[in-house]
């Protein structure tokens, strides 16, 4: 065995750890350890000179382990790997003991603690290295195609780019069209430039491209494979209208006798049994809604087969099961509107002229249910005196906490539009006013000016009249008094963003994590915001968590880059973090399979545990339940981990 030879490099991280932790009292203490003969420090180890001075001492002491004191390996552990190799050591043979976030961050008022229990960080850390094995990262090929989950702005936007490349890409939607919630959105802020302009070219262009397979009224089923080599299971529900035959003439609407609320439209208005959602919608294509169909055969109905001349109309259309093999997945599922009948105090549901602000969306689309004017639903009279109230369903205990960002600004928009359309007397409530994009604060400041008044605070209860009018009583928290305003025509609920419908079944069936919130959680906040924890999967847009629509596409470009860069290599390395099996010792009891949370654990033709290294992700479940010890986590054996106890318990026993 070669003599152990190790490096200590202590990193100052400006003054995030050495204004607390005394570094020359750190150095005394390591430099005289068994199998350290190197001990330094600089102000940035990470930076270049820093990674400069890394490699010219692994050469001059011939150092054949590094211990790093620094921040999170999270932030740069890959650099260090890189240096290592750059220096001709194998990139494994690194230990890094987490002294900023571990220590100096959490023990900035206690200098002489922190000084401790660097100490103990490193010495551990050392005691790890000396077990240290050189590991060899294995390659994987990787398809050239891309599954998109979500048809939304996000999901358009990073197939396209995607396509362009030259990569095929499937994009699967649950609705019967591309489009997402933009495609109900009249204006976009704060420039109040038409939505549809903007979006329906994309639609239209993700149609016709010839690396798009568009999916509609379709779901993920499962996943199988792990990175460049996903096995996608897609489940289509039936259209009863035979895509590529139906001219979108309309007949067969014409002369269907039903009549149901439409769900595009805020089910502000009604559509037949069998429809199309909206005039651009894509694919171009009408579809039968059976749960409203009055019967299929001549006998009930049957009208809609007899219009079409097309002969369009599949009455035995049945679900089907679409198999894909795909790279990478992206997810841009989106997300629902808060459901505002959870506050009781707001008469949602139960007030006529309560309604929540995807319905005013509706309202004031030109191609909407009332041709662009705002009414009251009690009696579709223009309102004179209407009452915005904020955070409904967000920055809020009961329901959510976290902001939904996008509710201030559309408010702010609606609110200019109906004044500038009418001229009524519109009242914003406000806890405090989100105006965070470029041009944002402008456009309020134009807004309060146009005759919007903003009054800061709360609204507490909300009264209905004889007549349908509302009395809207809160607080005005700037005077420091209550407030009630009279005659209301209209309360519009600035409802907050909840996760999509099934974004939690999807998560279980990707293996992603969610935050406390819902949405799909990303690898890290800053560094990788729409990489997800597991290799090839990227979420993108109000799939990761509320946005608007500028920060959503550059999300969906992020995400396109980051498939992009993955399917373009061919091949990509695994890290070698997985578990391996002593097959002497597996009694094949399945125990290792059934706890397994990334499914890279099966059972081989010799009835033992067999692991797949693209798939494994090293978290040790399988280890720490194998009853025989057959499990072991490279990089993380037990020896390692014991040997970093007993150092500590050596000193403070």
Same mark, same amino acid.
């Given at each position: 065995?070669?003599?152990?030879?190790?490096?200590?490099?202590?990193?100052?991280?400006?003054?995030?750890?050495?204004?607390?932790?005394?570094?020359?009292?750190?150095?005394?203490?390591?430099?005289?350890?068994?199998?350290?003969?190197?001990?330094?420090?600089?102000?940035?180890?990470?930076?270049?000179?820093?990674?400069?001075?890394?490699?010219?001492?692994?050469?001059?002491?011939?150092?054949?382990?590094?211990?790093?004191?620094?921040?999170?390996?999270?932030?740069?552990?890959?650099?260090?790997?890189?240096?290592?190799?750059?220096?001709?050591?194998?990139?494994?043979?690194?230990?890094?003991?987490?002294?900023?976030?571990?220590?100096?961050?959490?023990?900035?008022?206690?200098?002489?603690?922190?000084?401790?229990?660097?100490?103990?960080?490193?010495?551990?850390?050392?005691?790890?290295?000396?077990?240290?094995?050189?590991?060899?990262?294995?390659?994987?090929?990787?398809?050239?195609?891309?599954?998109?989950?979500?048809?939304?702005?996000?999901?358009?936007?990073?197939?396209?780019?995607?396509?362009?490349?030259?990569?095929?890409?499937?994009?699967?939607?649950?609705?019967?069209?591309?489009?997402?919630?933009?495609?109900?959105?009249?204006?976009?802020?704060?420039?109040?430039?038409?939505?549809?302009?903007?979006?329906?070219?994309?639609?239209?262009?993700?149609?016709?491209?010839?690396?798009?397979?568009?999916?509609?009224?379709?779901?993920?089923?499962?996943?199988?494979?792990?990175?460049?080599?996903?096995?996608?299971?897609?489940?289509?529900?039936?259209?009863?209208?035979?895509?590529?035959?139906?001219?979108?003439?309309?007949?067969?609407?014409?002369?269907?006798?039903?009549?149901?609320?439409?769900?595009?439209?805020?089910?502000?208005?009604?559509?037949?049994?069998?429809?199309?959602?909206?005039?651009?919608?894509?694919?171009?294509?009408?579809?039968?809604?059976?749960?409203?169909?009055?019967?299929?055969?001549?006998?009930?109905?049957?009208?809609?087969?007899?219009?079409?001349?097309?002969?369009?109309?599949?009455?035995?259309?049945?679900?089907?099961?679409?198999?894909?093999?795909?790279?990478?997945?992206?997810?841009?599922?989106?997300?629902?509107?808060?459901?505002?009948?959870?506050?009781?105090?707001?008469?949602?549901?139960?007030?006529?002229?309560?309604?929540?602000?995807?319905?005013?969306?509706?309202?004031?689309?030109?191609?909407?249910?009332?041709?662009?004017?705002?009414?009251?639903?009690?009696?579709?009279?223009?309102?004179?005196?209407?009452?915005?109230?904020?955070?409904?369903?967000?920055?809020?205990?009961?329901?959510?906490?976290?902001?939904?960002?996008?509710?201030?600004?559309?408010?702010?928009?609606?609110?200019?539009?109906?004044?500038?359309?009418?001229?009524?007397?519109?009242?914003?409530?406000?806890?405090?006013?989100?105006?965070?994009?470029?041009?944002?604060?402008?456009?309020?400041?134009?807004?309060?000016?146009?005759?919007?008044?903003?009054?800061?605070?709360?609204?507490?209860?909300?009264?209905?009249?004889?007549?349908?009018?509302?009395?809207?009583?809160?607080?005005?928290?700037?005077?420091?008094?209550?407030?009630?305003?009279?005659?209301?025509?209209?309360?519009?609920?600035?409802?907050?963003?909840?996760?999509?419908?099934?974004?939690?079944?999807?998560?279980?069936?990707?293996?992603?994590?969610?935050?406390?919130?819902?949405?799909?959680?990303?690898?890290?906040?800053?560094?990788?915001?729409?990489?997800?924890?597991?290799?090839?999967?990227?979420?993108?847009?109000?799939?990761?968590?509320?946005?608007?629509?500028?920060?959503?596409?550059?999300?969906?470009?992020?995400?396109?880059?980051?498939?992009?860069?993955?399917?373009?290599?061919?091949?990509?390395?695994? +890290?070698?973090?997985?578990?391996? =099996?002593?097959?002497?010792? $597996?009694? @094949? &009891?399945?125990? *290792?399979? #059934?706890? %397994? !949370?990334?499914?890279?654990?099966?059972?081989? +033709?010799?009835?033992?545990?067999? =692991?797949?290294?693209?798939? $494994?992700? @090293? &978290?040790?479940? *399988?280890? #720490?339940? %194998? !009853?025989?010890?057959?499990?072991?986590?490279?990089?993380?054996?037990?020896?390692?981990?014991?040997?970093?106890?007993?150092?500590?318990?050596?000193?403070?026993?």
């Amino acid at each position: 065995m070669p003599e152990t030879r190790i490096g200590v490099f202590l990193c100052h991280c400006g003054s995030n750890i050495a204004g607390v932790v005394d570094i020359p009292a750190v150095m005394e203490e390591v430099k005289d350890i068994p199998d350290v003969v190197h001990v330094e420090d600089y102000k940035y180890v990470c930076s270049k000179p820093g990674q400069q001075i890394l490699k010219d001492k692994i050469k001059e002491h011939r150092l054949n382990r590094i211990v790093i004191g620094a921040c999170s390996p999270r932030m740069h552990e890959l650099t260090f790997r890189q240096t290592m190799r750059e220096g001709g050591l194998n990139p494994f043979l690194l230990e890094i003991a987490n002294l900023r976030e571990h220590d100096s961050w959490i023990h900035s008022n206690d200098p002489e603690a922190a000084t401790e229990k660097a100490v103990d960080l490193v010495r551990m850390a050392v005691a790890r290295a000396r077990l240290l094995e050189p590991l060899e990262e294995t390659e994987v090929d990787i398809r050239k195609s891309t599954l998109v989950v979500g048809g939304g702005i996000a999901g358009i936007s990073a197939a396209l780019d995607l396509a362009d490349a030259g990569f095929k890409v499937y994009l699967v939607e649950r609705e019967p069209s591309i489009g997402g919630k933009m495609a109900r959105h009249d204006k976009t802020f704060p420039t109040l430039d038409c939505s549809s302009c903007i979006l329906t070219p994309r639609m239209a262009e993700a149609g016709a491209h010839p690396n798009i397979q568009i999916l509609t009224m379709a779901e993920v089923e499962s996943v199988d494979g792990y990175v460049g080599n996903f096995e996608v299971t897609v489940r289509q529900h039936p259209r009863y209208v035979i895509q590529d035959k139906c001219t979108s003439c309309g007949d067969c609407s014409e002369v269907c006798p039903v009549d149901v609320p439409a769900e595009f439209d805020a089910n502000l208005t009604y559509r037949k049994a069998i429809y199309i959602p909206f005039a651009q919608a894509v694919p171009s294509a009408y579809l039968l809604d059976m749960n409203s169909c009055l019967g299929v055969d001549a006998v009930r109905c049957g009208k809609c087969k007899d219009a079409c001349e097309a002969e369009a109309i599949n009455y035995d259309d049945t679900e089907k099961l679409i198999r894909l093999e795909v790279g990478t997945i992206i997810v841009a599922t989106g997300f629902d509107v808060f459901d505002a009948t959870q506050k009781e105090e707001y008469g949602y549901g139960e007030f006529a002229n309560v309604v929540n602000i995807m319905e005013i969306e509706r309202m004031l689309s030109a191609a909407g249910p009332t041709e662009g004017h705002v009414v009251r639903p009690s009696d579709f009279r223009e309102p004179q005196k209407i009452v915005y109230i904020q955070c409904v369903g967000s920055r809020d205990e009961k329901t959510n906490r976290y902001c939904s960002r996008i509710c201030c600004m559309t408010a702010i928009k609606q609110a200019r539009m109906i004044r500038d359309k009418t001229g009524a007397d519109i009242y914003l409530f406000y806890i405090d006013l989100r105006t965070f994009g470029k041009g944002y604060e402008e456009f309020y400041e134009e807004t309060a000016s146009a005759g919007v008044t903003f009054i800061r605070g709360r609204v507490g209860e909300i009264i209905e009249q004889s007549d349908n009018s509302l009395v809207v009583r809160g607080e005005d928290t700037l005077l420091s008094k209550p407030i009630q305003l009279e005659d209301v025509d209209l309360v519009v609920l600035s409802t907050g963003v909840v996760p999509s419908r099934g974004a939690k079944e999807l998560a279980k069936i990707l293996n992603l994590s969610q935050s406390p919130d819902g949405f799909l959680m990303e690898a890290h906040p800053k560094l990788r915001p729409v990489d997800s924890f597991n290799d090839g999967i990227f979420v993108a847009g109000m799939a990761q968590g509320p946005k608007d629509i500028p920060d959503t596409v550059a999300q969906a470009k992020a995400a396109s880059s980051g498939a992009m860069s993955l399917m373009g290599k061919g091949r990509i390395s695994v +890290e070698p973090y997985y578990t391996v =099996v002593d097959e002497d010792k $597996c009694a @094949g &009891c399945r125990v *290792c399979v #059934s706890v %397994c !949370p990334y499914n890279a654990v099966t059972i081989n +033709e010799r009835g033992k545990a067999q =692991v797949n290294p693209a798939l $494994c992700k @090293g &978290c040790g479940t *399988c280890t #720490s339940t %194998c !009853p025989s010890g057959a499990m072991k986590s490279q990089h993380y054996t037990d020896g390692q981990i014991s040997a970093m106890i007993k150092e500590y318990l050596s000193v403070h026993e």
